[in-house]
């Protein structure tokens, strides 16, 4: 896994949310890169993976891209396609900038899976420092007592050692698909938590147009595969 950084700010936040259960991570990254006014300072590159580039308002993105905002010294690492089989390699990047960076925090954006259908998702944090502990608690948020955790959020729970302080901020999902309700429950909970001075009232609306938007690509990246496997066929046969 390749990184790319052009700029290096040190002790920054860093808030990273990828592909998982209902997309929550994403919605909730690309919010937050939106209304921040966040800008692109490199990426994380790797060639075992299917080539591919999203357009978005003009600009070209990369599928793992890594954002700044100097108001907030945060960093934001956002992703557009599925990360399947390079989970490992994603979260040693992560702690390897995190180390490089002095980072303060890591802090991931994930979604759970929800038995319960309902207009309101239930957020949860599990957190490897008493400090994080103490101040979940008093936003009123519930630790997690029971689940399964997937994906770079498991490899970062089960890898990260204890000097570098990760947080994970978990909200429930009903859906496989793209949940912006749920997206929506862990903005707030992350503008309690750092501050950040989010308005609420346009984010559930800002939330569905980026679902229905995310849901067209996943649409399109389907639709890409499947005419790419057609060709290999077609080549081998």
């Known amino acids: ?18 592909p998982g ?3 929550v991570g994403t919605i909730a990254t690309e919010f937050l890169i939106n209304h921040l006014d966040a800008k692109p300072i490199g990426y994380l590159h790797n060639k075992q993976a299917p080539p591919m580039a999203a357009v978005h ?9 890594i954002f700044y905002v ?3 010294n945060l960093i934001i690492f956002h992703a557009i396609s599925s990360v399947k089989g390079f989970e490992w390699d994603i979260a040693d990047a992560l702690l390897k900038i995190a180390r490089g960076l002095k ?28 400090a994080a502990m103490n101040k979940f608690s008093k936003i009123k948020l519930k630790p997690l007592k029971e689940g399964i955790i997937m ?19 978990f909200a ?9 309700t ?24 800002q939330a569905v147009n980026f679902e229905n938007k995310l849901k067209d690509l996943m649409q399109k990246g389907a639709a890409a595969v499947k005419e790419k496997e057609k060709k290999e066929i077609s080549y081998l046969g």
């Open 70 to 72: 100097k108001k907030h």
């Open 172 to 180: 429930e999902a009903h859906s496989k698909l793209p949940d912006s």
């Open 1 to 18: 896994m390749e990184i790319v950084l052009k700029e290096k700010p040190l002790n920054t936040t860093i808030v990273e949310g990828f």
């Open 103 to 130: 980072v303060k925090e890591i802090i991931s954006l994930e979604g759970v899976g929800s038995p319960v259908m309902n207009t309101t998702s239930s957020i949860y944090f599990k957190t490897n420092n008493s």
């Open 21 to 23: 259960f209902g997309f």
């Open 182 to 205: 749920a997206a929506a429950g862990i903005i707030k909970t992350l503008d309690a938590y750092l501050g950040l001075k989010v308005p609420y009232a346009p984010l559930l609306k």
């Open 151 to 169: 994906g770079i959020s498991g490899a970062l729970m089960l890898n990260a050692p204890k000097n570098i302080k990760t947080s994970f901020i």
């Open 57 to 65: 308002e003009g600009r070209t993105r990369r599928a793992l891209e």
